[in-house]
């Protein structure tokens, strides 16, 4: 187009007045309005809509730029593993053997709202963290706040916290999170510590944001994992209690790719 980043730039093909006004959108920060207004100007067919049309189509680049600018920070922060993972017909597959009316309404993000915690649980390679990066994907485009973590990760960056001594800190940045998704749940040894690092982050969560939970084990082998069986009851009452639940145990999806 014909203006810069920060800067309008003369355009030789509108007159001055026209000129002026697309100045006056950049120099307001609605440089898209601007972007699409200059658009219209340089369509000699602009004239055949409607004035409603016509601003409506102005309004809303503006809108859909700002939100799409929103969207990719948003994804950017959320690490997630499959940034690009959709719900395509491959989930009404038979052999995926997966509940897709459940999937369809976790798509609307009410539980989210709720909150409720989500578990998604099954099989390797059934394509539990394409769901979950999925639905993740949901919740970004309605502009929430997302951080996708493996369990691993989670333990070492709360260890890291606590030897620096900015656990506090470290659970604050995980209990903001809109929706926070733990994946792998299960593929690490919880000793004491890390006992006590999983229920700071799944107490400063309990009640008041979403936790999603991620793992190849059934949730009724879950308390198996815990080397404290005190951590253990406290952490699985916040996780499991009144939790969504999602189950995976279909066909193994890398053995067909």
Known sequence: MAYRQKDYTYNPNLNSDENLLLDKLFKLKLSHMAEELERQLLNPNSELESFINRISDIINYEWDQRQNTKFNRLLKK???KYPNADFDEAIYEP????DTHTIE??????????PKNLLI?????????HIANALCITALHQLRTVKYIRANTLMMESEKARVNSNSYDYTNQMAA??????DDFGLMELDVDKCRDLFEVIESRDCRKSTMIVSQFPVIKWWDLFKNDTYADACLSRMTSKAYRLECNGR????SE
């Open 78 to 80: 959320a690490t997630l």
């Open 95 to 98: 052999d995926r053997m997966l």
């Open 105 to 114: 309404l976790l798509q609307k993000c009410d539980w989210i709202d709720e």
């Open 121 to 129: 649980t099954g099989s390797a390679g059934a394509g539990k963290t």
């Open 177 to 182: 999170y809109d929706l926070l998704v733990i």
């Open 252 to 255: 193994d999806m890398r053995k």
